[in-house]
């Protein structure tokens, strides 16, 4: 699996958005890019996947570079809530495992 | 709720016991995988099952051991336990194979601490 490159940690006031970057340069044509969240201990939570087109859920939009070597997810209005680790994981996907990095640790501000 | 379900939540045991985490898949997911999570090590992938048989291996001591019963719930043998152990594990369960995209469910984890 390709490995990523996140910042380790990233500020955000509460309802503005939050744009975390991603770096997957080594990905290859099947591989997805995955995004999950993990708040506190809790288990880590999928946001949103694509594989080349952008895509948007009731979560937060996903933004693939045309040459797919980076990717940015988009939390639109963030909220206290969204204060967590974000995993951003490429994998080719069907029933693949998945290979966390140390992630970027997003806090929002009031 | 992501649909998953562990038990036990906590677990607390001496070094060298043996202990049994469970987990229960979303209804209809036949792939059940485990993570590890330790302070020092992150979360790292332990083992995968589909549909009762073992599908992929990651970093799993050979003191654990899993497996998968035909109702598709998963059960995570740890043994010989060590200070080293404790840790958060967590199940995760995801539709199946196929070549496409199916994202995990992670469950609430269960946290073991080995004294």
């Known amino acids: 699996d390709a490995k990523t490159t996140q910042p380790p940690s990233m500020d955000c006031a509460e309802g503005r958005a939050a744009n975390l970057p991603c770096n997957h340069s080594?990905?290859?044509?099947?591989?997805?890019v995955y995004w999950y969240r993990q708040i506190h201990s809790q288990g880590p939570q999928y946001i949103i996947h694509g594989l080349k087109n952008n895509e948007t859920n009731e979560m937060a939009s996903l933004i693939i570079t045309e040459d797919r070597k980076s990717s940015t997810l988009i939390l639109p209005h963030a909220t206290l809530r969204d204060t967590a680790v974000y995993y951003c994981i490429v994998s080719k996907g069907g029933a693949q495992k998945l290979v966390f990095g140390q992630g970027t640790r997003l806090t929002i501000n009031p | 709720d992501s649909g998953v379900t562990q038990t036990p939540k906590h677990l607390i045991t001496a070094t060298g016991q043996r202990v049994t985490l469970r987990c229960s898949p979303r209804s209809g997911d036949l792939s059940v995988y485990w993570y590890q999570q330790s302070l020092d090590q992150g979360l790292q992938f332990l083992i995968q099952y589909y549909n009762g048989e073992e599908r992929a291996k990651g970093n799993i001591l050979e003191r654990f051991s899993a497996q998968q019963f035909p109702d598709l719930h998963s059960e995570l043998n740890l043994s010989s336990l060590e200070l080293g152990d404790s840790a958060l594990y967590f199940c995760?369960?995801?539709?199946?194979?196929?070549?496409?995209?199916?994202?995990?469910?992670f469950g609430p984890g269960t946290r073991l601490t080995v004294t």
């Open positions: 995760a369960s995801s539709i199946g194979l196929a070549d496409s995209s199916y994202e995990q469910y």
């Open positions: 080594t990905i290859s044509g099947n591989e997805y």
